[in-house]
């Protein structure tokens, strides 16, 4: 059975209550969303060939602490890098390090950051150089199926909506949606309930109410949908090492629909912008 909670008197602990913010908590998730969001963009110029993503790793932590903020995923559950880079078959927690990236790459920087209490967590997909059409596709689809599935998103239906938006999109482009990760409940916590599936049906799962915040953020591969963890423990990739892409916004579920705390400032979390 699913419970709901008021935010103010749920422990700082992950219980299976799905809490429920008011108009305060609100105005702190965006602040660190679009602390978040800023971050990203100014990452739009650095990406390129010949960069290395140890660089793009410093460069996130410079810009929180610029700005009174902490890197959620730094030491968090042992991670030792303050932002996730993921190239080309890896389909999330991809680790920086010194290996430059290549023309034609495309990478996902995936960014949260602890800014008074709130996560703000956020990620895109930059291409490096001129990359080839198929990939340009696929970051068009998965950028959709984000769309899609915050489109979804309204008082009254229940989260399987989100997923089925997607999935429904996604394979009708001939191509899959990742199962092994989903999104999730944020706010005073990293990760909270509910998980957010990028497939399903409507009428599944727990029902939307106004003051929830999650993040949506789906995986599609070009290739099969089935994933394996490298031995590093992070490290996520396609089996069949097939092309995969994802977007992340955070939002909240208002009176009418919800609000997209991560959008760009500068409108570049959009593929082919920047």
Not at 190 to 204: M, R
Not at 243 to 254: I, S
């Amino acid at each position: 059975m699913v419970t709901y909670i008021d935010a103010a008197s749920a422990p700082l602990k992950n219980t299976g209550a799905i809490r429920l913010y008011g108009a305060e908590d609100f105005e702190g998730m965006r602040r660190a969303c679009q602390l978040t969001a800023r971050c990203l963009d100014a990452l739009v110029p650095m990406v390129k060939p010949g960069v290395t993503t140890a660089a793009i790793d410093r460069f996130v932590f410079e810009f929180g602490a610029d700005h009174g903020a902490l890197p959620a995923t730094l030491n968090y559950r042992g991670y030792k890098y303050s932002v996730c880079t993921s190239i080309n078959h890896v389909v999330c927690h991809g680790m920086p390090d010194d290996k430059p990236l290549r023309d034609g790459d495309i990478v996902n920087i995936d960014v949260t950051f602890l800014l008074d209490g709130w996560h703000g967590d956020s990620s895109r997909m930059y291409p490096v150089g001129n990359i080839k059409r198929a990939a340009e596709r696929l970051m068009e689809v998965t950028y959709e199926c984000l769309m899609r599935g915050i489109g979804a998103v309204r008082p009254g239906a229940r989260t399987g909506a989100i997923g089925e938006a997607i999935q429904t999109y996604a394979e009708a482009e001939r191509c899959t949606v990742v199962r092994d990760f989903c999104g999730h409940g944020v706010g005073r916590l990293f990760h909270d309930s509910p998980n957010i599936l990028h497939y399903g049906k409507a009428n599944e799962g727990p029902e939307l109410r106004e003051g929830m915040i999650f993040t949506i953020e789906p995986m599609i591969n070009l290739g099969k949908p089935h994933v394996k963890v490298l031995s590093d423990g992070w490290t996520a990739v396609t089996r069949d090492r097939s092309l995969t892409a994802q977007y992340e916004h955070t939002v909240g579920v208002t009176s009418e629909g919800c609000e997209i705390f991560t959008l760009s400032p500068a409108g570049l979390d959009r593929p082919g912008l920047g």
